[in-house]
């Protein structure tokens, strides 16, 4: 038994003597990016079965009256280090749905950090099917389809810029000219002119440039200007940047009129949110829920101060004709060719607290002095008007 004893421990004791021996190899380090929750999930058995390959290899290299085999070098995918010692493994050695199940469990961070080890590692992280989900997880919530139309534009800014530098717009950057201010188009390839070595249109690239705060991107912002009294319970257009070190963003809302651009910081994440509809501020929503609109339905309607003024979408409900006493057995509201808006945050009696659209024919109505009411949707969503009711003013407005 002690002599069983002795042969099963002295390889092992000659093992471990060579790892604080021997440095640690080049890809030790980079391991330390991998979360420790996830080396929790390896069974009891994977571990066992490795460390009794290692002492038997172990075993039979340093007793070769035993086995006359030689310990064969582990052959590394890694592609640009100098060189790679002999017997020791490489992550890049895992098999392949192994490594991929690491590298999805990566924080963004330590995926870039990885990206960062080897050119072989690089082409996995920088790929979209790792970023996809880290980009829906956290900016899924407020990224829609004209960020992403945005960022479509800034990435064939990025191709161009060149032109704009020697003073010579060329394709895209003349065709933008024409529809946008040069202010807007200056911006853009000043921002862009940060060159990176990432693909311009992966998703990595897209992550990085919104996590930085170098791109700025459509959103909305519920209570526009701070809740500012006259934009309370509405929700307006305005191009964001993200600040890292406060992670709040910084809102640029379009100038309108005689207006100049207003400027607004440290907007946090819950007064955000991706636009419901692809419809400019500027454009009339198609209504297409009218028919349905009942006594009771949670709504959002377009308004605007004036015709020079952008459209907001403020929150609303729909109330009961005048001539029904809102008994549910007997109002026929719902059969009316006029539909009655309130907006409840106001005191009764102001003359924003009410006002009528007809149901057939809705086009924007209104006048210079109450505003203009453009086009309606009915919130269908529990998240959408709970978002409403959690910010309802504490005092009743004017």
Not at 45 to 71: A, E, H, R, V
Not at 273 to 302: K, W, Y
Not at 328 to 350: A, I, K, M
Request: glycine fraction near 6%; hydrophobic fraction near 35%; aromatic fraction near 14%.
């Amino acid at each position: 038994m002690l002599l069983y004893f002795f042969i099963t421990c002295f390889p092992f004791i000659f093992f471990l003597k060579s790892l604080t021996l021997n440095p640690l190899p080049p890809w030790a380090t980079e391991m330390r990016l991998l979360s420790l929750w996830f080396w929790k999930e390896v069974s009891f058995c994977s571990i066992s079965k490795f460390i009794k390959n290692s002492l038997s290899l172990s075993y039979f290299t340093l007793n070769p009256s035993k086995m006359s085999l030689k310990m064969i070098p582990f052959t590394s995918k890694v592609d640009n280090f100098e060189e790679v010692e002999e017997g020791v493994m490489s992550v890049l050695d895992l098999p392949e749905l192994a490594l991929e199940c690491i590298l999805e469990r990566l924080p963004p961070a330590s995926l870039c950090s990885m990206a960062g080890v080897c050119r072989s590692l690089r082409s996995r992280c920088i790929s979209d099917h790792f970023w996809e989900k880290h980009m829906k997880k956290k900016w899924g919530r407020i990224i829609g389809p004209a960020a992403y139309r945005e960022w479509q534009w800034h990435v064939a800014l990025r191709k161009d810029s060149n032109h704009v530098k020697q003073g010579k717009p060329k394709g895209l950057l003349r065709i933008l000219s024409i529809f946008r201010p040069f202010w807007w188009i200056k911006s853009k390839v000043d921002d862009s002119s940060k060159q990176s070595s990432l693909p311009d249109d992966s998703i990595m690239s897209w992550f990085l440039s919104l996590e930085t705060g170098r791109f700025w991107f459509p959103s909305q912002v519920y209570n526009r200007e701070n809740g500012h009294v006259g934009f309370m319970l509405s929700c307006y257009d305005a191009e964001l940047s993200y600040d890292p070190h406060t992670d709040t963003f910084q809102a640029r809302y379009p100038p309108h009129g005689r207006r100049a651009v207003a400027i607004e910081n440290s907007v946090p994440w819950e007064r955000l949110r991706a636009p419901p509809v692809d419809t400019s501020p500027h454009d009339l929503h198609i209504s297409d829920c009218l028919n349905e609109l009942c006594p009771g339905d949670n709504i959002e309607i377009q308004w605007r101060r004036n015709k020079e003024f952008p459209y907001g979408w403020w929150y609303g409900v729909v109330g009961h004709l005048e001539s029904c006493d809102g008994n549910e057995n007997y109002c026929h509201c719902h059969n009316s060719d006029t539909v009655v808006l309130e907006f409840n945050q106001y005191t009764p009696g102001s003359r924003w607290r009410r006002t009528t659209i007809n149901r057939r024919d809705h086009r924007e109505e209104g006048n210079e002095a109450d505003g203009f009411y453009g086009g309606i949707r009915k919130l269908r969503c529990e998240e959408e008007i709970s978002t409403w009711k959690r910010l309802w003013p504490s005092k009743v407005l004017e």
